[in-house]
């Protein structure tokens, strides 16, 4: 009897395995406490729109630019950011370095100079470069239905912007030499040897490619018994995934103090890019990022009204990766549903080219609110807004 039931037992039906009919979604997005930066503008903190190179354009209804050397100071708090990319952050080191020798500097002024021409040469051949673009551009637009002329004009833009990218990189690392020796000179300028430079540094990388990137450092330093906050932006250039070195330095110190602590937060035309690094940062899918923002943006127009607009903290990978953005000029109207879906692409007889319509139904929009109740709307957007040149 124990051998029948023992083979009854091993007869029973085994359990059917559980097969999922969709796979779960991608944890590709990113939820993190990140920094939201103000520049010091008459007496008042101003939320910076964006980083453009050597300046910061204030978000401010005259969007007005300011150099980044002459804004009046950069503060900074945390709030919680969703974005739909992220970078690594690794061996990140800070040190304090001595002002140079007076020999040394002279040789920082010749290499001014040098560094003057090669900027001159290289912005007069992006320049040139960037007209070719736009007449092949111009052609490939008016020629749109002749499949020749948009077969004969599309490598040689793809080639133009290749090289222009490539004179955008080398202008970057000439924009960082340069500043270095201007902050010397200025040191020397002032007839103070003794004063110090903070140096930070660091190896960064990012799967997804990120054509132009800024670092914002905020320092914490110890001046005798007090603790102070230094905090300074620099271009970085465009992130890959390969890792690469980058150092930051800031030069016009006063000797007699102590680094206690250095974070570097990244940015790219205004949104912050996630690290490694970054509080409390967790993966997240892409519905959960955008009802995130779709709850933000309800909470924060509870009783008021306003119209819908795209939320660029989750833009389209295509727009990080280009520095160009005449290639996305083209006002287009869009319809919109209640929570932010796109209905329609309204060309009104505009040609929009395929690339830039791919563009719009990747983007994240946030709905238009009446009473604080979300509703339907048709608002007119131009992707080349992500880049928020003025």
Do not use: C
């Not at 739909?84 to 304090?96: F, Q």
């Not at 320049?127 to 020749?148: F, H, K, V």
Request: aromatic content about 6%.
């Amino acid at each position: 009897m124990l051998l029948v039931g023992w083979a009854g037992a091993m007869a029973q039906p085994q359990e059917p395995p559980v097969v999922h009919a969709t796979p779960p979604p991608d944890r590709d997005h990113h939820l993190f406490v990140g920094a939201v930066l103000f520049a010091q503008e008459g007496g008042e903190n101003v939320p910076i729109r964006t980083l453009n190179r050597d300046r910061l354009v204030l978000d401010d209804a005259e969007a007005e630019s300011l150099p980044l050397r002459k804004a009046g100071g950069i503060s900074y708090k945390m709030a919680p950011k969703v974005s739909a990319v992220s970078a690594r952050i690794e061996d990140l080191e800070s040190e304090v370095d001595f002002t140079p020798t007076i020999d040394h500097l002279l040789q920082q002024s010749q290499l001014e100079l040098y560094l003057q021409g090669q900027a001159a040469y290289a912005e007069s051949e992006r320049s040139r470069l960037e007209s070719e673009a736009a007449a092949l551009q111009s052609d490939r637009i008016t020629g749109s239905n002749n499949g020749d002329t948009l077969q004969n004009t599309t490598p040689g833009i793809e080639a133009i912007n290749s090289q222009i990218d490539d004179l955008t990189d080398t202008l970057t690392n000439i924009q960082v030499l340069q500043e270095e020796t201007q902050w010397q000179e200025t040191l020397f300028a002032s007839d103070d040897e003794s004063g110090n430079t903070v140096r930070i540094s660091f190896k960064v990388s990012s799967s997804v490619e990120i054509a132009e990137a800024y670092a914002f450092a905020a320092v914490r330093l110890q001046v005798d018994d007090r603790i102070k906050d230094l905090t300074f932006v620099e271009p970085i250039g465009r992130l890959t995934a390969k890792p690469r070195r980058v150092s930051l330095a800031r030069s016009d110190l006063q000797p007699g103090f102590e680094i206690k602590d250095a974070q570097v937060y990244l940015f790219s035309h205004g949104e912050e890019i996630p690290t490694n690094r970054s509080d409390k940062h967790f993966e997240i899918t892409a519905q959960e990022a955008r009802e995130f923002l779709r709850l933000s943006h309800l909470g924060d127009h509870r009783r008021s009204s306003t119209p819908a607009r795209p939320a660029w903290s989750l833009a389209p990978k295509t727009l990080l990766q280009s520095r160009n953005r005449a290639h996305f000029a083209y006002p287009v109207r869009v319809d919109l549903d209640a929570n932010g879906e796109l209905i329609a692409v309204r060309d009104d007889g505009q040609i929009v080219p395929e690339a830039v319509r791919a563009v719009l139904t990747e983007i994240t929009f946030l709905p238009a609110i009446e009473n604080g109740k979300p509703v339907p709307s048709s608002i007119t957007i131009n992707p080349a807004d992500f880049f928020k040149y003025r």
